[in-house]
């Protein structure tokens, strides 16, 4: 089809306006599925909004596969709801729930041409020849597949197997996108591509998508709203950002970003940790030990008469490590605990510290953050 990309952005325009429209929710409530004893998935209640790219992010055997599985149908929960609008779905057969689906190792028909997998659930839906024709031929070039067709799967890297997988989810317009670690089998360079052409992807058709994946800056990356997974439950449900700079537990904050974590202690209403008073943006309510968490790009070397309005730690440098775009400084505080801090190398902002040398440290107080509890994560 030629004139196809002059055309592009006005047809994308009412594709993305029609999609907002036709756009479905998903709402799940007290879903349940245990193996044996052990409880996979435990009472879940998730809702997915209109048009939302939300991402199911956890540590391995978090049930993110089995919650994804639930949705597409082809697990049964022991309890619990599914509903893609208004329509309750967990009884209904996979084939029946208008889902596109792409898995981590692509699932492709190693028999059948780029053409033929691609056209495989229209041909399922009985769509006339000529329109599969016409539709595979869109969805190749919105994956820049154009002139594949005819070839083998057995002729096609990874990357291009992959973006196969995802013009075979999308060519028959589900309502509802759903997929598990789509990207992990792709090596580094080509995975974070993939992610910014998905996240477009998403933005021009504006269908409802759940993604799993382990990488939390893929995550970050990606997503409208991230649900973190802990052993079945959702632990916390936000956009990216509230969640990296609100993390609200140690859970969190250990898995989406690095962190070095300090014993604190409130006391009078004032919080103290390694020796200094630290102000933060939110203070927990009640008495007792907590934990700081501090962010490393977050924290900085203060010079002389620096850190009015800050908190400010007196620290000992132990280690720096050139990285070319950060500098990782490593420091112990006056009780012991070790800090890490990033900054960046642009010249002339950041001298080499010198081991053994003593440092002032700071962090402004609206990116300092106390989590209840203490610092081994009990609660
Ligand atoms: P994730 O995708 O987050 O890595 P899964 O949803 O695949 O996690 O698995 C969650 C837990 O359920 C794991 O502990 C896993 O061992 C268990 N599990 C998954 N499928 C089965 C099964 N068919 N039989 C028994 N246990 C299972
Ligand atoms: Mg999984």
């Not at 070839?151 to 995802?166: E, F, H, K």
């Not at 969640?243 to 250990?254: N, T």
């Amino acid at each position: 089809m030629r004139g196809a990309d002059d055309q592009s952005r006005p047809r994308d325009a009412a594709v993305a306006a029609a999609a907002s429209e036709t756009a479905l929710p998903i709402t799940i409530r007290r879903l349940s599925k245990a193996y044996g004893a052990v409880p996979v998935l435990n009472e879940i209640d998730l809702d997915v909004r209109p048009g939302e790219f939300l991402t199911l992010l956890g540590p391995s055997g978090s049930g993110k596969t089995t919650l994804l599985m639930a949705i597409a149908g082809f697990l049964r929960p022991d309890s619990g709801s599914i509903r893609f609008g208004e329509r309750e779905v967990v009884r209904l057969a996979p084939h029946r729930r208008e889902i596109g689906m792409v898995f981590q190792n692509y699932a492709l028909f190693p028999h059948m041409d780029v053409a033929r997998n691609v056209g495989f659930p229209l041909r399922l839906r009985r769509v006339p020849a000529n329109e599969i024709a016409r539709r595979v031929e869109a969805a190749l070039e919105m994956f820049q597949l154009g002139g594949f067709g005819g070839r083998g799967i057995d002729q096609l890297s990874g990357g291009q197997r992959q973006r196969v997988a995802l013009a075979r989810a999308i060519v028959f317009e589900p309502r509802i996108i759903l997929m598990d670690e789509p990207l992990s089998a792709l090596d580094k360079q080509l995975r974070e591509r993939m992610q910014i052409e998905l996240r477009q992807l998403h933005e021009r058709l504006g269908t409802t998508t759940v993604y799993v994946t382990h990488d939390q800056r893929e995550a970050l990356t990606m997503s409208d709203r991230i649900a973190i997974l802990d052993k079945g439950r959702i632990a916390r449900i936000d956009t990216p950002r509230a969640i990296y700079d609100e993390p609200g537990s140690r859970f969190v904050a250990e898995f989406i970003g690095e962190s070095s974590f300090l014993d604190a202690e409130i006391l009078d209403g004032e919080c103290r940790a390694a020796g200094s008073i630290v102000r933060a943006r939110h203070m927990p309510a009640s008495a007792g030990p907590c934990t700081l968490a501090l962010r490393p790009e977050r924290l900085r070397l203060l010079g002389p008469g620096e850190g009015e309005e800050m908190n400010v730690f007196e620290a000992r440098v132990t280690g720096a490590i050139y990285q070319g775009d950060t500098l990782l400084l490593q420091a112990v505080l006056g009780d012991g605990s070790p800090i890490t801090l990033r900054q960046t190398t642009r010249s002339g902002e950041v001298a080499m510290p010198a081991i053994g040398a003593p440092v002032r440290i700071g962090i402004a107080i609206a990116d300092t953050v106390l989590l209840a509890g203490d610092a081994e994560g009990a609660p």
